[in-house]
């Protein structure tokens, strides 16, 4: 199944290994934060909602 | 107009204004680069031209901050946009003010420190032809960074960050031209960039600047 | 209906709700069809052997690293002149994803350059331009998080965006004056579509592709984390005034 690299395959498999590790990094930063802050904003939104007894505002 | 130019200069040349900051730092370098890279003529001679430009364009850099930030804690940036002259005028007067007290200073020693650095006989016309031409380049793009981060306590590092790529064209012509003068080929086509660089950016940028301190006096 | 619909932060974020399963699963479906597809159904090139493998991540990486900064420097436009939260946030979403980009074509063409060049690193005029761009991007992104208010910030970085692309493009040309460079001869300019060969071509296709809607997704997602945040800091000002 492995294709047969040569004496480059160092070069092509780190490339690979670097690049994916780069592309996982910033998908999982990005998925990180965006939940982090989806909670938050849940957390103080709801807070706020009840402090406000229920009234929908903003 | 004139007197701000005053106001500035007076300013720049009391102590504490940094004005001799500059040029110190430009004298260490060119002092400690051959202390680290030995003291072989012909490897400092080829390398003269460069560790100049960038040697200029470090010093330029140290003082930069200065230009807006005093202005700007004590309030005489509001007086000066709220005044009859255009925020402009403001940007490009201070802007030829810091060029006056770092730039034109550099110019001036830098052909002793050429000497230190043993750059060849034939490039020391162009090394301050160059300089004349770039330095104010270095000062009106150093003023755009200054006003990005007027309103940043401790902006030091990231106006550093903003303002050296920046002067990346600005150095590799006034560099070229130098290494091209010593070794005595043809520099006309990147004198004629270099001082294209410093027109536009001359002519473009206090307009940039002054839309940025705009912002930070909202 | 038109495309200033999408300023609206309430109309962005039902859309891209939508939106977003869809061109994050046709990205990582198509970037996982062209790299398998490159990596193990294509031959080696008869001079570059097996690392013309590489080339399916360096050249999309390298295109989007500056299409990346592009789509800052239209919706910084956009902001300046429209005053549109929703673009000013989506340029701030787009930097750090450009940057690795930036990072990813340069980390490729210095394992590339190794045996074709015999070094990790030349400064070779397209390898300094991405290092610049490198520069541009931290600059960029630096700015945003050092100021505190939000629209001084948008302000301030769309002003640098519009200098910084000018003196990108002037570095650009300085750099290929300071060194005409070691090569990008006929058969090594692989950006040239007539001369790579079709087994070549059609999973670079694939993965330049795969490589456009990974950057859309990851945008509108970094949008929608940004637009989050910004109401987050409202309701919690208004918490602290009441």
């Known amino acids: 199944m492995m294709p047969d690299l040569g004496k480059y395959a160092f070069e092509v498999l780190s490339s690979y290994a670097a690049s994916l590790l780069l592309l996982a990094l910033i998908v999982g930063l990005t998925v990180w934060q965006g939940r982090r802050v989806k909670r938050r904003l849940a957390e103080v939104e709801a807070r706020t909602e009840a402090m406000s007894g229920g009234r929908a505002d903003g | ?218 | 209906m038109s495309i200033w619909e999408y300023a609206n932060p309430k109309k962005f974020m039902q859309t891209s709700a939508w939106a977003l399963p869809w061109v994050m699963g046709l990205a990582v479906l198509s970037l996982v069809a062209g790299l398998i597809w490159g990596f193990f159904f294509t031959p080696d090139d008869f001079r570059q052997g097996s690392t013309v493998k590489i080339i399916y991540l360096h050249v999309p990486a390298a295109m989007m690293a500056i299409n990346a900064w592009v789509m800052m420097l239209v919706t910084s436009l956009i902001w300046l002149v429209r005053r549109h939260h929703v673009s000013a946030l989506a340029a701030k979403a787009a930097a750090p994803v450009g940057l690795t980009f930036t990072v990813i074509a340069l980390v490729t063409g210095a394992l590339w350059g190794q045996p074709m060049w015999g070094t990790w690193w030349a400064w070779d005029p397209r390898l300094t331009s991405f290092l610049i761009l490198t520069l541009f991007y931290m600059g960029y992104i630096a700015l945003w998080e050092a100021i505190e208010n939000p629209d001084t910030a948008a302000d301030l970085t769309a002003v640098l965006c519009l200098v910084g692309s000018v003196f990108a493009l002037l570095s650009r040309y300085a750099v290929l004056f300071w060194n005409q460079g070691l090569h990008q001869g006929a058969s090594l300019s692989l950006d040239k579509e007539e001369n790579v060969a079709d087994v070549f071509w059609f999973p670079l296709l694939v993965c330049i592709g795969g490589f456009v809607l990974l950057f859309v997704a990851l945008v509108l997602m970094r949008t929608r984390t940004e637009i989050r945040a910004r109401r987050l800091q409202a309701l919690l000002a208004r918490e602290r005034l009441a």
């Open chain 2, 1 to 218: 107009m004139g007197a701000l130019l005053s106001r500035d200069l007076r300013l720049a040349m009391r102590a504490g204004g940094g004005f001799g900051l500059g040029l110190a730092f430009f004298l260490l370098l060119a002092v400690l680069v051959p202390l680290g890279v030995g003291p072989e003529g012909g490897v400092l001679g080829k390398i003269a031209p460069g560790i100049l430009w960038v040697g200029a364009l470090l010093s330029c850099l140290l003082s930069l901050d200065r230009i807006f930030a005093l202005d700007f804690e004590d309030g005489s940036l509001d007086l000066l946009a709220t005044s009859p002259m255009p925020l402009e005028a403001v940007v490009a007067v201070k802007a030829l003010a810091h060029w006056l007290v770092t730039g034109l200073p550099l110019t001036a020693v830098a052909p002793v420190l050429g000497v230190l650095l043993n750059l060849p006989v034939e490039g020391y016309g162009w090394l301050v032809l160059s300089l004349l031409l770039g330095t104010p380049a270095l000062s009106v793009i150093g003023a755009f960074g200054a006003a990005l981060v007027v309103g940043v306590k401790r902006g030091g590092l990231l106006l550093s960050l903003l303002v050296l790529p920046l002067y990346v064209p600005t150095l590799i012509f006034g560099a070229e031209v130098v290494k091209r003068g010593a070794a005595g080929l043809e520099v006309v086509v990147p004198l004629l960039l270099l001082a294209g660089i410093t027109l536009g950016a001359a002519a473009l940028l206090p307009f940039a600047a002054a839309a940025a301190i705009r912002v930070n006096l909202r």
